[in-house]
Every structure is written in structure tokens, then in C-alpha cells.
């Protein structure tokens, strides 16, 4: 079986290691887009379009299959990206504290005119913060290139009680429907890795 190579449209490595781990064979190719959210733009269309975007552009540049991924943390309806400072990350982590929030991760396939978007909500409760523990954890410097500026695959795990969703999806990919949509594309992990 030959094997379809493909591009990631990502600099983000949760998502290179993701792919890499599960025997994927690409190349990165990163697009810096804008991140800004439309007037009223819901968190779930807003992630779709980005992550459709950026595949978009990874395909148009290198004329080859593109995957795009895009994650947001979202509550009460609200879209919190990445933090811009230690203030920001602070409003987002005690927004965050002691209830529940979703983390939409949206990925993107395009091959040539044929294009297929997924996306998974994890329900992610965290527990109670102060602004004390938010100022320490923003100084850890972990915080800083995450949506609602946590990583729950690092430090911030201690911050998750309860998930109910996609692990993978929080982190920035969300496996098995990635495995489901790239598969649909005809793309699968080298032999070694096939499982
Ligand atoms: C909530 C959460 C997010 N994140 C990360 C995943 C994403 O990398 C990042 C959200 O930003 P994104 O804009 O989705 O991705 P990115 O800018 O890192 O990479 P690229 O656009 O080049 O693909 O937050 C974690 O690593 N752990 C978490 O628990």
C-alpha cells in the first residue's frame, strides 16, 4: 500500500507530537492567520472556519492534502483564545474556576476542491482558583500559547476534576475523529504504527 503524505497546517507541537505518536507520515507547514472572531460569530463556526482556513492555505501553497486544527475554550458562550498577558490569563482562569466549560477542537481536511471539517466539545470542570494561584501559573509560562490559558496535559491538570469528551480534543487534536477524517481521505499511519 502506497502511503499518502500529507501537510499539517500547524505550528503547534501537541498537534505535530499527536500525529507523530499515532505513526503519521507529513510535513509541517504553518500559516499564520488572524484569530479574531466574526460579530457574533459562535465558538463552534468560529473554530470550523479557522481550522478550515488554515488548511486552506497550507493546500494552496503546497499543492498537497492539508490538515488544519483549531482549538477554543468557550463559556457562557463567550470564545476565550490565548491570553494576550498575565491580566488576561488571570480574568480567563478565575472565569474558568470552580464550574464547567467546553474546549471545541475543529480539524480540516482539504485535498484539492474536496474539503471535510470535524469538530468535538469536551465538557472540562474545573476546580477553585484564586487570583494568587492564576499570577503563579501564568508565571510557569505555560499558559501563554493556550486557549483559555490552561494546558491540561501539563500543570494545569491539576486544575480539570472531571472531563467528558475528547482528551486528545483538549489537547489540540482530537484523535480517533482525526484517524475517522484523514482515513476518509485515504491517508493512514505508516505500516509500523498501523494498529
Ligand atoms: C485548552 C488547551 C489548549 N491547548 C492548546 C492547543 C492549541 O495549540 C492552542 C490553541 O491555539 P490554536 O490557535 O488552536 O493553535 P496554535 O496557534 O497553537 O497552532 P496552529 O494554529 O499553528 O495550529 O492551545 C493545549 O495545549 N492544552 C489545553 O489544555
Redesign the pocket.
Given at each position: 500500500m502506497t502511503t499518502v503524505t500529507f501537510v499539517?497546517?500547524?505550528?503547534?507541537?501537541?498537534?505535530v507530537q499527536l500525529l507523530r505518536e499515532q505513526g503519521y507520515v507529513f510535513d509541517c507547514l504553518?500559516?499564520?492567520?488572524p484569530?479574531v472572531p466574526g460579530p457574533g460569530e459562535a465558538p463552534l463556526a468560529y473554530?470550523r472556519r479557522?481550522?478550515l482556513d488554515?488548511a486552506r492555505a497550507a493546500q494552496a501553497r503546497s499543492g498537497r492534502p492539508a490538515l488544519?486544527?483549531?482549538?477554543?475554550?468557550s463559556i457562557d458562550g463567550r470564545i476565550l483564545?490565548?491570553p494576550r498577558d498575565a491580566e488576561d490569563a488571570c480574568a480567563m482562569l478565575l472565569a474558568l474556576a470552580d464550574r464547567s466549560h467546553q474546549?471545541i477542537?475543529a480539524v480540516a481536511l482539504v485535498d484539492g476542491s474536496r474539503e471535510a471539517v470535524i469538530a468535538t466539545t469536551t465538557e472540562?470542570e474545573f476546580v477553585s482558583l484564586d487570583r494568587a494561584q492564576a499570577l503563579a501559573y501564568w508565571a510557569s509560562g505555560e499558559p501563554a500559547?493556550?486557549?483559555?490559558a490552561?494546558?491540561?496535559?501539563?500543570l494545569?491538570?491539576r486544575y480539570?476534576r472531571a472531563l467528558r469528551g475528547s482528551y486528545s480534543g483538549?489537547?489540540?487534536?482530537p484523535l480517533a475523529e482525526t484517524a475517522e477524517l484523514l482515513a476518509q481521505f485515504g491517508i493512514h499511519p505508516g505500516p509500523a504504527a498501523s494498529v
Open positions: 499539517l497546517a500547524s505550528r503547534s507541537p501537541r498537534r504553518p500559516v499564520d492567520l484569530e473554530a479557522l481550522a488554515k488544519g486544527a483549531d482549538t477554543d475554550v483564545g490565548k474546549v477542537s472540562v500559547d493556550k486557549a483559555g490552561y494546558a491540561i496535559q501539563g494545569g491538570g480539570v483538549v489537547v489540540g487534536l
